[in-house]
């Protein structure tokens, strides 16, 4: 059975920082292309950031130069972390795993940016 399970959100203030994690089990971490999305109120999710098993990594132009995605192959996790927030980027920030016709996706952790 996948598993996919987000933690590391949290209330953050304006310009600080938060690292996510996602913790993987019961598939084969390594060749699954790795994907942080998130989901505001009202708005549709968003793709935010991916890496792929070749880690070529790709952002959503909102979060280019303040986000950073990676992975660790032998921990099966992968990690966002988040620098300079913004009230913007307040979401439920939710954990992909995609290959070919496989789509895997965690319960989600909040993240709230206010002073």
């Known amino acids: 059975q996948v598993q996919l399970v987000e933690s590391g959100g949290g209330l953050v203030q304006p310009g600080g920082s938060l690292r996510l994690s996602c913790a993987t089990s019961?598939?084969?971490?390594?060749?699954?292309?790795m994907g942080w999305y998130r989901q505001a109120p009202g708005k549709q999710r968003e793709l935010v950031a991916h890496?792929?098993?070749?880690?070529?990594?790709n952002y959503a132009d909102s979060v280019k130069g303040r986000f950073t995605i990676s992975r660790e192959n032998a921990k099966n996790t992968v990690y966002l972390q988040m620098n300079s927030l913004k009230p913007e980027d307040t979401a439920v920030y939710y954990c992909?795993?995609?290959?070919?016709?496989?789509?895997?996706w965690g319960q989600g952790t909040q993240v709230a940016v206010s002073s």
């Open positions: 890496i792929t098993s070749s880690r070529n990594t």
């Open positions: 019961g598939m084969s971490f390594s060749i699954y292309t």
């Open positions: 992909n795993a995609a290959r070919r016709t496989f789509d895997y």
